[in-house]
C-alpha cells in the first residue's frame, strides 16, 4: 500500500480519543473521592442540575470533594510533567538527524497506556491513585505536545510558502478543535448510557488503530542518510540539535526565537490553565453541572477551534500578523473575566461566545518561528517551544488546581480573573515584538517574515 504524507488523521483520532476521555476522567475521580470522602453515593439525576439533588447535602462536604480532586489534579499533571519535558525536548531535536515519524509513534503508544490504566482502575476499581502511575508512565513515551511538535515539524518539512504554512497549522488547530468537540459532546451521553469503562475501552481502540496508521501506513517526511549518526554519547546527539539552533544564529534571530516562545508560552499558561478547573467550576455550586451539559460545554468550548481557523484564514488577509494575535489574546481576556461572574448556565455558556477567536495567536506565532530559521532547524525549533509550552500548561495546570482548591470556599471565580490579568504578560510581549519588527525594518536581515502582502480587495490596518 501506497505511503501518505498526511498527519491530520493522526490529529484527528488522536484529538478524539484523548478529548472523550478528559471531562470522563475528571468525573471519574470527582465520583471516586466523593463516595471516599461522604461514604455515600454519588447522586444521578435526571435534571441538568445536580443541585437540587444535593440540596439537603452539607455544602462544606462538596467543598471538601472539590479540594480533594483540584489536589488530585495537581498531582497527576506534576509526576507526569518532568518525564515529558525530557523526552519532548530531546525527542523533537533527534527528529531533524533520525525523522519525525518517532516523535509521533511513542507518544502514541503512551497514550494508549494511559488508556488501558484508566480501563483497569475503572473496570478492576483499582486504587485511585495508580491513575497518576498510568501518567507518569505514559509521560515516559513523551505527550501531547511531543507529538504536537512532531506533527508541526511535519507540516513544516512539507510546506513550502509561508502562507500555506499557515493556513495548514492552523487547519490542524481546527481539526483537533473539530474532532474534541464531537468528543466533548457525546461523552456525557456516552457516560449515562454505558458507565466509565466502554467509554475508556473505546478510547483506547481509537489510539491502537491511530499507531498502526502510523507506523504502516505515513511516510517519514524528512528522510536522512542513517549512517551518518556522528559521535558522543546518545544523549548528546539528541540534544545538540537544539545547541547548534542557538549557536548557528544570529543574536537577533536568536533574541526573536526567545521572544516568541515567551510570548506563546506566557499565554498558553494564562489560557490552558484558567480552562483546566472549568469543569471542577462546573461541578459546584450554583451550577452543579451534570455529565449532559459539562458535554454541550466542552464541546463549545472546542469549537474556539474552528472558528479561530476561519479567523486566522480572514482576518490574516487583512490585518498583519501581530494585530490578528492580539485580537485572540484579548478574546480570552474577556471570556475569564466573564467566566469568573457566571452564576447560571446561561451566562456560563454565553462566556464561550468571546473565546471564539483564542487559538488565533498559537499557529501564527508557529508559523513566524518557522519562517526564521532553516528547514533542518524545525525539530529543534518545535523541541524548544513543544519543551517550553508542555512546563508552562503543567505548571499552570497544577498551579490553577492549587489555586482553586485554596479559594473555591470564598470565591470560585478568583482563578478565571488570575487568567485574564496573567494575559497581560503576553500582550506586553506582543508590544515588545511590534518594537522589534519596527527596529529591524531598516536593518537587512528580515527577521520578521511573517507580514506577507495582503489581498489587494482589503485595507490594510496599521
Known amino acids: 500500500m501506497k505511503g501518505q504524507y498526511f498527519v491530520e488523521p493522526i490529529v484527528a483520532v488522536y484529538a478524539f480519543a484523548n478529548f472523550l476521555l478528559y471531562p470522563l476522567v475528571q468525573q471519574y475521580v470527582y465520583r471516586r473521592l466523593w463516595q471516599d470522602i461522604t461514604n455515600t453515593s454519588y447522586p444521578v439525576s435526571d435534571t441538568s442540575s445536580q443541585c437540587a439533588t444535593n440540596r439537603s447535602n452539607h455544602s462544606q462536604l462538596r467543598e471538601e470533594v472539590q479540594k480533594a480532586a483540584s489536589m488530585f489534579s495537581m498531582y497527576s499533571d506534576l509526576f507526569s510533567m518532568i518525564p515529558s519535558l525530557l523526552v519532548t525536548l530531546m525527542l523533537v531535536a533527534y527528529s531533524d538527524r533520525r525523522g519525525r515519524k518517532v516523535t509521533i509513534i511513542l507518544p502514541l503508544i503512551g497514550c494508549l497506556v494511559n488508556c488501558v490504566s484508566f480501563l483497569a482502575v475503572s473496570l478492576l476499581e483499582l486504587n485511585l491513585y495508580l491513575i497518576i502511575v498510568g501518567s507518569f508512565v505514559s509521560s515516559l513515551f513523551g505527550g501531547v505536545t511531543t507529538m504536537l511538535g512532531g506533527c508541526f515539524s511535519y507540516v513544516a518539512d512539507r510546506c513550502e510558502s509561508s502562507k500555506q504554512k499557515t493556513l495548514r497549522m492552523a487547519g490542524l488547530d481546527m481539526v483537533i478543535g473539530l474532532l474534541s468537540g464531537v468528543a466533548l459532546l457525546s461523552s456525557g451521553y456516552f457516560l449515562r448510557a454505558a458507565g466509565f469503562?466502554?467509554?475508556?475501552?473505546?478510547?483506547?481502540?481509537?489510539?491502537?488503530?491511530?499507531?498502526?496508521?502510523?507506523?504502516?501506513?505515513?511516510?517519514?517526511?524528512?528522510?536522512?542518510?542513517?549512517?551518518?549518526?556522528?559521535?558522543?554519547?546518545?544523549?548528546?546527539?539528541?540534544?545538540?540539535?537544539?545547541?547548534?539552533?542557538?549557536?548557528?544564529?544570529?543574536?537577533?534571530?536568536?533574541?526573536?526565537?526567545?521572544?516568541?516562545?515567551?510570548?506563546?508560552?506566557?499565554?498558553?499558561?494564562?489560557?490552558?490553565?484558567?480552562?483546566?478547573?472549568?469543569?471542577?467550576?462546573?461541578?459546584?455550586?450554583?451550577?452543579?453541572?451534570?455529565?449532559?451539559?459539562?458535554?454541550?460545554?466542552?464541546?463549545?468550548?472546542?469549537?474556539?477551534?474552528?472558528?479561530?481557523?476561519?479567523?486566522?484564514?480572514?482576518?490574516?488577509?487583512?490585518?498583519?500578523?501581530?494585530?490578528?494575535?492580539?485580537?485572540?489574546?484579548?478574546?480570552?481576556?474577556?471570556?475569564?473575566?466573564?467566566?469568573?461572574?457566571?452564576?447560571?448556565?446561561?451566562?456560563?455558556?454565553?462566556?464561550?461566545?468571546?473565546?471564539?477567536?483564542?487559538?488565533?495567536?498559537?499557529?501564527?506565532?508557529?508559523?513566524?518561528?518557522?519562517?526564521?530559521?532553516?528547514?533542518?532547524?524545525?525539530?529543534?525549533?518545535?523541541?524548544?517551544?513543544?519543551?517550553?509550552?508542555?512546563?508552562?500548561?503543567?505548571?499552570?495546570?497544577?498551579?490553577?488546581?492549587?489555586?482553586?482548591?485554596?479559594?473555591?470556599?470564598?470565591?470560585?471565580?478568583?482563578?478565571?480573573?488570575?487568567?485574564?490579568?496573567?494575559?497581560?504578560?503576553?500582550?506586553?510581549?506582543?508590544?515588545?515584538?511590534?518594537?522589534?519588527?519596527?527596529?529591524?525594518?531598516?536593518?537587512?536581515?528580515?527577521?520578521?517574515?511573517?507580514?506577507?502582502?495582503?489581498?489587494?480587495?482589503?485595507?490594510?490596518?496599521?
Open 197 to 462: 469503562n466502554w467509554p475508556f475501552f473505546t478510547s483506547a481502540m481509537f489510539q491502537l488503530l491511530n499507531l498502526l496508521y502510523t507506523v504502516f501506513v505515513l511516510e517519514e517526511s524528512r528522510v536522512v542518510d542513517r549512517g551518518t549518526g556522528g559521535g558522543g554519547g546518545v544523549v548528546w546527539r539528541l540534544s545538540s540539535g537544539i545547541y547548534e539552533l542557538f549557536a548557528r544564529g544570529g543574536r537577533r534571530r536568536n533574541g526573536l526565537v526567545v521572544l516568541l516562545i515567551a510570548t506563546f508560552c506566557s499565554f498558553s499558561f494564562a489560557y490552558f490553565g484558567g480552562l483546566s478547573v472549568v469543569t471542577l467550576y462546573e461541578l459546584n455550586e450554583p451550577l452543579c453541572w451534570s455529565e449532559i451539559l459539562i458535554g454541550y460545554g466542552s464541546a463549545l468550548s472546542t469549537a474556539v477551534f474552528v472558528t479561530s481557523f476561519v479567523g486566522v484564514a480572514v482576518l490574516s488577509r487583512c490585518l498583519p500578523s501581530l494585530a490578528v494575535i492580539f485580537i485572540g489574546m484579548v478574546s480570552v481576556c474577556l471570556s475569564m473575566v466573564m467566566m469568573a461572574f457566571a452564576k447560571t448556565t446561561l451566562m456560563m455558556f454565553l462566556v464561550r461566545l468571546p473565546m471564539l477567536l483564542a487559538i488565533m495567536p498559537f499557529p501564527i506565532m508557529r508559523s513566524m518561528m518557522s519562517k526564521v530559521v532553516s528547514k533542518s532547524e524545525q525539530g529543534a525549533l518545535f523541541a524548544c517551544l513543544a519543551f517550553s509550552d508542555n512546563l508552562s500548561t503543567n505548571v499552570a495546570s497544577a498551579a490553577f488546581s492549587s489555586i482553586y482548591g485554596s479559594t473555591v470556599a470564598w470565591f470560585p471565580g478568583f482563578t478565571f480573573l488570575l487568567a485574564a490579568g496573567l494575559c497581560l504578560i503576553p500582550l506586553g510581549l506582543l508590544g515588545a515584538l511590534r518594537i522589534f519588527q519596527v527596529e529591524d525594518t531598516s536593518g537587512t536581515e528580515d527577521l520578521l517574515p511573517g507580514e506577507e502582502s495582503p489581498d489587494p480587495d482589503c485595507t490594510p490596518v496599521a
